[in-house]
């Protein structure tokens, strides 16, 4: 059932997504400075990719001076606009019946999208 939602994910919209997110990564890393944007980008890009099955962690040890930094820059370099685009997406697609279930997806997203330092994606 995973794979059939992952694909459905896919098609409709995900390609572009991660599309956006690997294109995002790649220039974040041409400078030093936004290497770890930019992985985090890769990360999003991968949890965009399949988000069915999955689930959003948060790391065990509390989060220090440099996690919270990275994610206050995050958020006002391109968290916020993809916390956006992941919500609007999801009122779209929760527009239809069959779309609730990519609206979900797109919701379980936001969080990661909005603060990535110190959360990660695994198997449910």
């Known amino acids: 059932m995973n794979l059939l939602g992952n694909l459905v994910f896919f098609v409709f919209g ?8 690997v294109l995002g990564g790649l220039l974040l890393c041409l400078t030093i400075v936004g290497i770890p944007l930019g992985y985090q980008c890769f990360k999003l890009a991968g ?24 994610n206050v820059l995050w958020i006002i370099l391109p968290g916020l606009e993809l916390a956006i685009m992941h919500l609007v997406l999801a009122a779209a697609f929760a527009l239809t019946i069959i779309g609730i279930p990519i609206a979900a997806q797109h919701v379980k997203l936001i969080p ?12 449910a």
Do not use: N
């Open 47 to 70: 949890a965009v990719l399949a988000p069915f099955g999955r689930e959003i962690y948060e790391v065990d040890q509390p989060p220090g001076v440099l996690t919270t930094l990275l």
């Open 14 to 21: 995900g390609f572009l997504i991660f599309l956006g997110y």
């Open 112 to 123: 990661l999208a909005l603060l990535p330092f110190g959360r990660g994606m695994r198997d």
